[in-house]
Nanobody, 127 residues
Framework: QVQLVESGGGLVQAGGSLRLSCAASGRTLTIYAMGWFRQAPGKEREFVAA????????AYVDSVKGRFTISRDNAKNTVYLQMNSLKPEDTAVYYC????????????????????WGQGTQVTVSS
């Protein structure tokens, strides 16, 4: 079983940047596809980005394409979400999640397919 801990959230002005980290322990991340999700107050948890085991295949929700980049460093057992040009509507609690994957190039955008979740980190973007 893998444990996930997010860090890097905070308060930033619109147009600024943050890099979220998701550190894993207990199991190697190389067997998991990884995803970032976010949940704003009163809203459903939504998909933000995903990355396959290989790191070569990624996906993003349309609203963050060109601004956010997901990456992984399997040697460090860590996944990152680089967030640039932040907007007030990006304000949410951000969660990383792990999905056991038998394929090197597959991922999922559905939160229901992820079995392991971190505790979340708050990102607040002021206007």
């Amino acid at each position: 079983q893998v444990q996930l801990v997010e860090s890097g959230g905070g308060l930033v002005q619109a147009g600024g940047s943050l890099r979220l980290s998701c550190a894993a322990s207990g199991r190697t991340l190389t067997i998991y596809a990884m995803g970032w999700f976010r949940q704003a107050p009163g809203k459903e948890r939504e998909f933000v980005a995903a990355i396959a085991r290989s790191g070569d295949h990624t996906a993003y929700v349309d609203s963050v394409k060109g601004r956010f980049t997901i990456s992984r460093d399997n040697a460090k057992n860590t996944v990152y979400l680089q967030m640039n040009s932040l907007k007030p509507e990006d304000t949410a609690v951000y969660y990383c999640a792990a999905k056991f994957s038998t394929g090197s190039y597959t991922y999922s955008t559905s939160p229901h397919e992820y079995a392991y979740w971190g505790q979340g980190t708050q990102v607040t973007v002021s206007s």
